[in-house]
């Protein structure tokens, strides 16, 4: 620490001024010394505390600290809102394809919009081949647009 960096410089260069009581504290707590020092009236050469260049330097530091960081933090919100929108989505898909898969007659193709989570969400289900295949259409956090598709076998 700067404070007992600079105590030990005093106590090296000017030991006819230490107070006879005070050599035995020397050695066990520098802190404690350098307050000692100061109540005695011995003072340090330079104890101005920190110049303007320090100052701004530490403040710059902060400052492209948090510049940096800020972004940083707005991405990953934003990434973790599109996964959980992508999470609650799929699984709304899946729990929609159940009943194409499950009721014998059920109407395919079908076509509808549903709100999740504040989403505007369009749900598309029609045959492909032997598979019933069902899709949810929306714009993501980043208003991009994002489809998810699910397929299943309808049960004879």
Not at 49 to 71: C, D, H, N, Q
Not at 120 to 138: I, L, M, P
Request: charged letters at 25%.
């Amino acid at each position: 620490m700067p404070g007992q960096i600079i105590v030990l410089f005093l106590i090296i260069m000017v030991p006819s001024e230490i107070p006879e009581r005070f050599r035995s504290i020397q050695n066990k707590d520098r802190t404690a010394w350098f307050f000692l020092l100061e109540k005695e009236g011995i003072t340090l050469k330079k104890s101005n505390g920190f110049t303007l260049i320090e100052t701004l330097l530490a403040a710059s530091l902060l400052l492209t600290v948090a510049a940096t960081m800020v972004p940083i933090i707005s991405l990953v919100n934003t990434e973790r809102e599109i996964l959980s929108e992508r999470r609650t989505i799929s699984l709304k898909t899946h729990d929609e394809l159940q009943q194409f898969l499950w009721v014998k007659d059920a109407a395919i193709p079908a076509d509808y919009l549903k709100t999740i989570s504040k989403k505007e969400v369009r749900f598309t289900f029609k045959y492909e081949n032997d598979f019933v295949k069902g899709c949810a259409e929306w714009q993501n956090a980043k208003k991009d647009h994002e489809t998810f598709c699910l397929y299943g076998i309808q049960k004879q």
